[in-house]
T-cell receptor
Framework: SQKIEQNSEALNIQEGKTATLTCNYT??????LQWYRQDPGRGPVFLLL?????KEKRKERLKVTFDTTLKQSLFHITASQPADSATYLC????????????FGTGTRLKVLA | KAGVTQTPRYLIKTRGQQVTLSCSPI?????VSWYQQTPGQGLQFLFE???????NKGNFPGRFSGRQFSNSRSEMNVSTLELGDSALYLC???????????????FGPGTRLLVL
């Protein structure tokens, strides 16, 4: 079946460290993949988009990699801060049949002061 | 610029009733997509509208429907509500559809629906 997997367990890290979140997908060949941040009770906020021909994308303290061979994307937050604590979602658009946006279930990150 | 707005923010209904939710996208955005978010299933795609036409649809029953108006505002309707329809309903807007490299760029705050 087609799905996106993110680590469902919460990730706790110490302030200042680098947080690395994983997104694995099966049976898709997405042209691009997105990462979002979601705080409790609020809508997701778009962070980064990476295309299949891009290996890496950076924005301030954020870095995303995209390995189409492994069917995996990694999301890094360097010098993490307590304010980075949130749930992070990866998503892609698939054109199997008709286009659909597919979201992972998200990984909850907690940065400890 | 103003963000995506959704109304109402909270709603309580009983089984069997119907509900209509509204979404106003970012000015200039013609694509609106809708999602259902529950703790068990996560964020699931309902449908996407562009220029008043439904372009894509997720795997939800026909009780879930939507439409888009000429000003790009969109509504979604759920008829014959079931307990399992209790969820946070989110809409997102973007310039282009998924078929044109679009993606849900700006999300609204959501409408929290509780079905009793």
């Amino acid at each position: 079946s087609q799905k996106i997997e993110q680590n469902s367990e919460a990730l706790n890290i110490q302030e200042g460290k680098t947080a690395t979140l994983t997104c694995n997908y099966t049976n898709y060949s997405p042209a691009y993949l997105q990462w979002y941040r979601q705080d409790p009770g609020r809508g997701p906020v778009f962070l980064l988009l990476i295309r299949e021909n891009e290996k890496e994308k950076r924005k301030e303290r954020l870095k995303v990699t995209f390995d189409t061979t492994l069917k995996q994307s990694l999301f890094h937050i360097t010098a993490s801060q307590p304010a980075d604590s949130a749930t992070y979602l990866c998503a892609l658009a698939t054109a199997v049949g008709t286009y659909k946006y597919i979201f992972g279930t998200g990984t909850r990150l907690k940065v400890l002061a | 610029k103003a963000g995506v707005t959704q109304t109402p923010r909270y709603l309580i209904k009983t089984r069997g009733q119907q509900v209509t939710l509204s979404c106003s996208p970012i000015s200039g955005h013609r694509s609106v997509s809708w999602y259902q978010q529950t703790p068990g299933q996560g964020l699931q795609f309902l449908f996407e509208y562009f220029s008043e036409t439904q372009r894509n649809k997720g795997n939800f029953p026909g009780r879930f429907s939507g439409r888009q108006f000429s000003n790009s505002r969109s509504e979604m309707n759920v008829s014959t509500l079931e307990l399992g329809d209790s969820a946070l309903y989110l809409c997102a807007s973007s310039l282009e559809t998924s078929g044109s490299s679009g993606y849900p760029e700006y999300f609204g705050p959501g409408t929290r629906l509780l079905v009793l």
